[in-house]
């Protein structure tokens, strides 16, 4: 069975710090992962999806990488600012069972 | 980008009466499409995976008589809780699955938070 863990559980920095949250999987046999942001009482927001044939998808301040061998992702924040506060999550898609397994989620505090 | 709406955003019920809860793929058809479920300061669980036109699937530990799922069409599936009780009352999400061309991508709806009193 699938399990998704992230560290750290939660992070406080100061504005404009660079930051990354590590997502790791114990399945290598997925077809893509996502990373979410989730505001608090709010639904998902996709932030970027990877494929299992690529490394890496990178979107304005936002760049992700994944190493499907050792079962690892990283959500890297260039620059944070205090809107980038919320909950990320990370998920992965197992081949052959479309449903996502879901991560227990990196709180983020950035401080102005 | 594809869009799956949710309705109701939120619901107060009474212990003991049923809730329905819609999903609906607006501009895309969806084969298969998903429930969750989010308890507080936790992670999405997945309950269930809905086909269009068979039964649910049910995640271990999820009763399929309690949570009733529906999907009548590629575009909408329902979630009816039975009975409800209070530890029934957390954030439900739904999504919805399509194939692009060389990917499986879903679409995440933007839940309902059910508190049953």
């Known amino acids: 069975k699938q399990e998704v863990t992230q560290i750290p559980a939660a992070l406080s920095v100061p504005e404009g710090e660079n930051l990354v949250l590590n997502c790791s999987f114990t399945?290598?046999?997925?077809?893509?992962l996502q990373w979410f942001r989730q505001d608090p009482g709010k639904g998902l927001t996709s932030l970027l999806l990877?494929?299992?044939?690529?490394r890496e998808q990178t979107s304005g301040r936002l760049n992700a990488s994944l190493d499907k061998s050792s079962g690892r992702s990283t959500l890297y924040i260039a620059a944070s600012q205090p809107g980038d506060s919320a909950t990320y999550l990370c998920?992965?898609?197992?081949?052959?069972?479309?449903?996502?397994?879901f991560g227990s989620g990196t709180r983020l505090q950035v401080q102005p | 980008g594809a869009v799956v709406s949710q309705h109701p955003s939120r619901v107060i019920c009474k212990s003991g009466t049923s809730v329905k809860i819609e999903c609906r793929s607006l501009?895309?058809?969806?084969?298969?499409m998903f429930w969750y479920r989010q308890f507080p300061k936790q992670s999405l669980m997945l309950m269930a995976t809905?086909?269009?036109?068979?039964?649910?699937?049910?995640e271990q530990g999820v009763e399929k008589d309690k949570f009733l799922i529906n999907h009548a069409s590629l575009t909408l599936s329902t979630l009816t809780v039975t009975s409800a009780h209070p530890e029934d009352s957390s954030f439900y999400i739904c999504?919805?699955?399509?194939?692009?061309?060389?990917?499986?991508?879903?679409?995440f709806g933007p839940g309902t938070r059910l508190t049953v009193t």
């Open positions: 999504s919805a699955g399509t194939q692009g061309w060389d990917s499986y991508e879903q679409y």
């Open positions: 399945d290598s046999a997925i077809y893509n």
């Open positions: 990877i494929q299992s044939s690529q």
């Open positions: 998920a992965v898609g197992d081949t052959g069972r479309r449903a996502l397994t």
């Open positions: 501009d895309f058809q969806a084969t298969t």
């Open positions: 809905s086909n269009e036109g068979s039964k649910a699937t049910y």
